[in-house]
């Protein structure tokens, strides 16, 4: 057999291994083991992507056995995601409302961030999708709040993009140029036509100076929260490689395997 850390260098071998973790119906302990500061430690992705999976599949494996604690059915791996691309929303059917309120929480959210943007996110501290956070990431409304601002960064430096004076009289070109002779203007044009004018009114060009270093400046604004997502999301890490490790390398070892 392959040694474990070898196991542990791609992706799809992370989830995999994470994903034995949930025919085990082990419950998981807050304090890290022995097994992980010693030999059955997890080797951990060196990619960003690598460290996304392990942590989103460890989240999955947590969700799937809370909800069978409650008797309901785990959630399919490939179904982890939800159709709006949010990782942390699970797709369920609307009339199930059994298995809503064991995901997401019951009665009115107690979580509430309004971006700069103006739009307010919410969630719920009960469910369990919040006990798989608070799991892996030790304080679920801080997690909560943190990567609502820092997922939305791009949107509000587009915010502050489209109240520049310049882009604003950019924009009225464009109108302006994708407004046919005749007749209103189409609600999307033609992306030939689009495209057209976003060259002749200069709101391509303008678009490409001003949103990286309007994005810039939103990240340096917000800075302690990008250090804080950092610092939750290594915590997150850490604690989904523990998880592997307190449950699957004592199964491995059982069948004679070792670990290098």
Known sequence: MRPLRALCATAPAVLALLGALALTGCTTTTETTGATAGRGALALPTTERGKDALID??????????????????????DKRHPSGDPDRHPVPADDRALQAALFGRGRPELSVTLATGYTVTAHTDGCLAAAQRELYGDQARWFRTRVVVNNLRAEAQQRMRRDPDYRAATTRWARCATPAHGPRPERPDTAVSARCARQSGLARLRARLEPALLARVRADR??????????????????????????????????????
């Open 57 to 78: 599949t460890a989240q999955q494996v947590l969700v799937d056995q809370c909800l069978t604690r409650h008797g309901l059915p785990p959630r399919h791996p490939s």
């Open 223 to 260: 800075r302690d929260q990008l250090t804080t997502y950092e610092q939750l999301r290594t915590r997150a890490l850490h604690r989904a490689a523990a998880l592997y490790a307190e449950r699957t390398v004592p199964v491995i070892r059982e069948k004679g395997s070792t670990s290098s």
